[in-house]
């Protein structure tokens, strides 16, 4: 089965907190909603349903999903709109199976540093030889917002490995943020209210998704004066003492079994110049999630290589809280890419660096202490 033509992609399931944003990417104007459960959940803007963007976005209950099992994307083709009875096509529709996360025997996969390739990552996560239960995208999946279609091509990568059947989790990397529509990536990627950075739970799984920003300093030349991230990291900083606080809702809530930080940039260690920046923000990161959230394990991208580093290590420079696995290895020469295969069984994680034509490259078990 395929998508329909007018879909640009097969619809994505991104978690977000304790919902669903079901994203989905089109190549001509339309207005579009999802039911489930015979509750429409549309597309608007106050009111008003939103036609003139090729991404729609769809907020649903998580619990609603998980309970129907299923959605259907509704949708009528916008041929004239205007300020007095505009021209619609009639109301069409394509149903998904939705397959929420269990609590044990989970196999996840983590894609990240596409830069703007598709086949090999999506070939890559097909190591299971299934679809996985949860997908992470963990950042730089465009080479660059400059271009609208680079930021189609995250919801390519997911629904061309999940099928619209499986929760995704989406991690903003440094690349995201260069061009012009990275102001905008609110309106093409899950978001928590816009911010990039946000908890999640699925399943017996809890998530806390971190956005390092740019991997340079704000006033280097490279960036021409359009970055701030010193004050975003520093809203991280208590965004991290509120999840603290908040234990119960969250990492300690009942049914939680694995904890985990999604991190596009591995901030337990120090890069060389002119990457070696904020040392005091990323130790403090290390604290709060070491002493008081205590996660099973990180993991992360941007280096282009796979390797765990486990706290003590030599390249653990900031007393990293858990091993910190480092998971993507595009070769941009040729369309292959190595990513991470996980499996969470049994309080074990069974990590497997797996590559575009189905080999492992390396693997290593980590304890779960939770």
């Known amino acids: ?15 977000v907190e304790r919902r669903y944003e079901i994203i989905v990417p089109v190549v ?28 729609h976005k769809m907020s649903v209950p998580a619990e609603e999903l998980d309970g129907a099992g299923k959605y259907t994307v509704c949708w009528r083709e916008v041929f004239n ?7 619609l096509g009639e109301v069409e529709s394509f149903t998904v199976a939705f397959h929420p996360l269990g609590t044990d025997d989970l196999h996840i996969y983590n894609i990240s540093d596409a ?27 465009p080479d660059h917002s400059g271009k609208i279609e680079n930021l189609t091509v995250i919801h390519c990568i997911a629904g061309g490995v999940t099928h619209g059947a499986h929760p995704v989790i989406f991690a903003r990397g440094n690349h995201d943020l260069r061009g012009v529509y990275a102001e905008n990536i609110a ?3 899950p978001t928590d209210n816009g911010r990039s950075y946000y908890t999640v739970r699925v399943g017996s799984v809890w998530a ?17 004066n359009t970055i701030c991230c010193h004050d975003f990291r520093l809203k991280q900083t208590e965004f991290l003492n509120r999840i603290a606080k908040n234990a119960k809702d969250e990492f300690d809530a009942e049914g939680v079994r694995y904890r985990i930080v999604i991190s596009h940039n591995p901030f ?15 130790t403090e990161w290390c604290s709060i999630l070491r002493d008081k959230i205590r996660p099973d394990f990180m993991i992360a991208g941007h280096l282009h290589n796979c390797y765990v580093t486990m706290p003590g290590d030599p390249k653990d420079s900031r ?5 910190v696995i480092v998971g993507s290895k595009p070769l941009r020469e040729k369309p292959f890419f190595i990513g991470t295969a996980i499996t969470l069984k049994d309080g074990f994680a069974d990590i497997k660096f797996t590559d575009s034509e189905g080999n492992v490259t390396g693997s290593t078990v980590l304890p779960c202490i939770h």
């Open 1 to 15: 089965m395929s998508h329909p033509s007018l879909f640009a992609a097969w619809p994505a399931v991104y978690a």
């Open 28 to 55: 001509r104007n339309c207005v579009m909603w999802v039911s489930v459960a015979d509750k429409n959940y549309y597309d608007d803007s106050n009111g008003i349903l939103r036609s003139g963007s090729l991404t």
């Open 81 to 87: 709109r205007k300020p007095y009875h505009s021209e």
């Open 115 to 141: 830069h703007s390739a598709v086949d090999a990552p999506v070939s890559a996560a097909g190591f299971f030889g299934k679809e996985p239960d949860l997908l992470i995208l963990n950042g730089d999946i």
């Open 187 to 189: 309106d093409h990627t």
């Open 208 to 224: 806390v998704v971190l956005d390092c920003g740019e991997d340079k300093p704000d006033d280097n030349p490279e960036y021409g």
């Open 268 to 282: 337990n260690e120090t890069l060389r110049p002119p990457f070696d920046i904020e040392k005091d923000i990323y």
């Open 319 to 323: 007393k990293q809280p858990c091993p």
